[in-house]
């Protein structure tokens, strides 16, 4: 099945530069990469996705980027503010059928003022 | 606009009690819908899915259940709690497009 390895587990960077988070997969047959916000005590929100044929989408502040050959993709944050702090959540499925995603083990982004 | 509700928010209960946790969307018809659970601080692990009513899917051997009685209705069960089962169950759900949208999550603590 498919695997998706994580990193960092943490990351604490000044307001105002870039934060990158990484990711690796296991499964080729995987083609949906969706990148998740949870804040303190609530469910993950989507705040960006790719499918794989796309190289890089980018929404304001927040871009992902694929490659396909190495099975890793990489979510960049721009300019980061103190309400970018939160667990981020990467993961990787197949979109057919029941389209189960595998998560992994989550970034603790802080933004320090 | 579709919602997803889960409930309860918090729940404290003994080792060996019985659990019921539900879940409705609202504002779709035949979503595919899953129960997450997230130990402290760590990720989220797959327990159950469904892609129709009566349909149940299950990802890992434990103690719980899972149970689709109604098309936007999932409910999560177990007979007797265990310590383990301690931790933030979430609910998710997937209609036409390819992206979850999570409920708000219960976080469970078995004393």
């Known amino acids: 099945g498919e695997n998706v390895e994580q990193h960092p587990s943490t990351l604490s960077v000044q307001e105002g530069d870039s934060a990158v988070i990484k990711c690796t997969y296991s499964d080729s047959a995987s083609n949906y990469f969706p990148w998740y916000k949870q804040e303190l005590g609530k469910g993950p929100q989507l705040i960006i996705d790719i499918r794989s044929n796309v190289g890089e989408k980018k929404d304001q502040r927040i871009a992902v980027t694929l490659n396909k050959t190495a099975k890793h993709f990489s979510l960049h944050i721009t300019e980061t503010q103190p309400e970018d702090s939160a667990v981020y959540f990467c993961?990787?499925?197949?979109?057919?059928?029941?389209?189960?995603?595998?998560f992994g083990q989550g970034t603790r982004l802080t933004i320090n003022p | 606009s579709q919602t997803i509700h889960q409930w309860p928010a918090t729940l404290v209960q003994p080792v060996g009690s019985p659990l019921s946790l539900e879940c409705t969307v609202e504002g779709t018809s035949n979503p595919n819908l899953y129960w997450y659970r997230q130990a402290a601080g760590r990720g989220l692990q797959l327990l159950f899915y469904s892609v129709g009513i009566g349909q149940i899917s299950s990802e890992v051997p434990q103690n719980l259940s899972a149970s689709r009685p109604q098309d936007r209705q999932f409910i999560l069960s177990s007979k007797k709690l265990l310590l383990s089962d301690s931790g933030f169950y979430l609910c998710?759900?997937?209609?036409?497009?390819?992206?979850?949208?999570f409920g708000s999550g219960t976080r469970l603590t078995v004393v």
């Open positions: 998710a759900w997937r209609g036409s497009y390819y992206g979850y949208t």
């Open positions: 993961a990787a499925s197949i979109i057919q059928g029941a389209q189960k995603l595998v």
